[in-house]
């Protein structure tokens, strides 16, 4: 091979080595079976899958903020892992009446809780899709924008009056339900003007 052939070669080799970093994990037995758990019952394809997917969770949820057992922070905002029946338990004590001004109450909340982690305005729909990401790696549910249509498939909890609430008081704007069982759609009908409080 000829030497400015062999320092071509070189370079190239050299500059993968800068990209990408070979890494090694050691794991416990346990750890171990139970990542070859999930790989033969399908639920990952493999261990480099499965160790992105960790990665991607870590940096969306942002669990480098988790201070204390039972105290994880996203921003500004104290996180919680709760058992769904507990909430609907709660729920059905508050008349269906008032889900819709709760949900507003809630959306002004997650308003200023997302818009200051992300550093995003809300309100501004170029943002929505970075917002729908956040709230479903929340466990919120799985949300789509379709033109003038909020979509929100496998809702943490069913009820659209709270919905529609909380994306109106999230999102400023006005929306119409149009279904009341998930996949809940709500159609866009406009903005509303910030409220003073």
């Known amino acids: 091979m000829q030497d ?20 090694t994990i050691i794991l416990e037995a346990e750890e171990r079976d139970f990542i070859d758990s999930l790989i033969k019952e399908g639920k990952e ?3 480099k ?17 988790w201070r204390f057992p039972g105290e994880y922070y996203c921003g500004i905002s104290r996180i919680a892992f709760v058992n769904v029946e507990l909430l609907t338990i709660l729920l059905n004590q508050i008349p269906k009446e008032k889900w819709c001004n ?19 305005q809300i309100s501004k729909k170029e943002n929505w899709k970075q917002i729908f990401k956040r709230l479903s790696v929340q466990g919120f549910g799985d949300f789509h924008l379709k033109d003038k249509y909020i979509l929100i498939k496998t809702p943490f909890i069913s009820y659209p009056e709270l919905w529609k609430g909380i994306l109106e008081g999230m999102l400023e704007i006005k929306l119409d339900m149009k279904t009341t069982i998930p996949p809940l759609v709500f159609q866009i009908e406009g903005k509303v003007s910030s409220p003073t409080k």
């Open 102 to 120: 709760i949900g507003q109450e809630m959306g002004r909340a997650l308003k200023i809780s997302i818009g200051t982690t992300l550093n995003i």
């Open 4 to 23: 400015s052939e062999k320092n071509r070669l070189e370079k190239m080799v050299n500059a993968n080595e800068s990209k990408t970093k070979r890494t």
């Open 49 to 65: 899958s499965l160790i992105s997917k960790m990665l991607d969770i870590y940096k969306n949820m942002m669990i480098y903020d």
């Open 45 to 47: 394809p493999g261990i």
